[in-house]
């Protein structure tokens, strides 16, 4: 007969624990996964918006809700959940930006009435238009920029130091190179209230001294940037452009549902109406 050991303030370590190995892991709300890739956080952003999207849609289609009003719904409810810190992502392209986009168009789609599943009458950046609202390109850069001066007035010396590390191949970090570019666009946007400033890949310490030390005038700046267009088109989504772009009175002899008058950009859509 052995006896056993007490353990003061200390647990006694359990034997056979098992440590399952699972390709994604949910943290502090966001999801991590073993790639390193995003889509699987994009997915989980599209699930979230979307469920607070079908909560709303009534009142987004609603005519007796102002416009005002409908935007700010967007803005509090859905984009919260959808571009809650996006700004801090490594990249903002591909497969993870088609999922965010998605949804934030969605949601003006449904206030400007544009039928989702039928032939479209209005483009994305015509819906923007009509709405008056960023493209989600412009809208992530925005952040982005607001970041990159809080940053800037931030005492996280650490931080900053990791952003100022280059690859192993001699590249920036990619968020700096991402900043890089945003500050490029803002200088071209801007034109002649940014043109004795030096170009960001030569001298980024100047724009972090100007995002530090002006920080109303620089809120000013980056608030004042406001495009409609989309960054990078696919071509997926440039063909699916040009389809909403065909004029809509060409169609209504050839492809018209007789019964609720909806059109159609061909018969085998008209079909699967019926």
Not at 9 to 18: S, T
């Amino acid at each position: 007969h052995t006896k056993q050991k007490r353990c003061r303030g200390k647990q006694k370590p359990k034997q056979n624990i098992l440590m399952l190995k699972v390709d994604k892991y949910k943290h502090l709300g966001g999801y991590v996964n073993e790639n390193r890739k995003l889509i699987v956080e994009a997915k989980h952003r599209e699930q979230k918006a979307t469920t607070a999207y079908v909560g709303l849609q009534a009142l987004l289609g609603s005519p007796w809700v102002t416009m005002n009003k409908k935007k700010l719904l967007v803005q509090s409810m859905i984009n919260s959940r959808l571009c809650l810190n996006v700004h801090t992502w490594s990249e903002f392209a591909n497969a993870a930006r088609s999922r965010i986009n998605s949804v934030y168009m969605k949601c003006w789609q449904r206030i400007v009435n544009d039928p989702l599943y039928q032939h479209p009458k209005f483009s994305d950046e015509q819906v923007r238009t009509m709405v008056g609202v960023p493209s989600v390109d412009c809208l992530i850069r925005q952040r982005r920029l607001l970041y990159f001066a809080r940053l800037a007035r931030a005492t996280v010396h650490p931080l900053t130091a990791l952003l100022q590390q280059k690859t192993k191949e001699g590249h920036k970090m990619p968020w700096v190179a991402l900043i890089i570019d945003d500050l490029k666009v803002l200088q071209g946007f801007h034109g002649s209230k940014l043109s004795e400033m030096p170009q960001p890949e030569n001298n980024l310490n100047d724009w972090w001294i100007l995002a530090r030390d002006h920080p109303k005038e620089w809120k000013q700046i980056v608030h004042a940037y406001m495009v409609v267009h989309d960054d990078k088109i696919s071509s997926y989504a440039k063909r699916k452009e040009r389809e909403t772009m065909v004029d809509t009175e060409t169609l209504e002899d050839e492809f018209k549902c007789p019964e609720c008058e909806a059109v159609f950009p061909d018969r085998w859509r008209l079909q699967a109406h019926r």
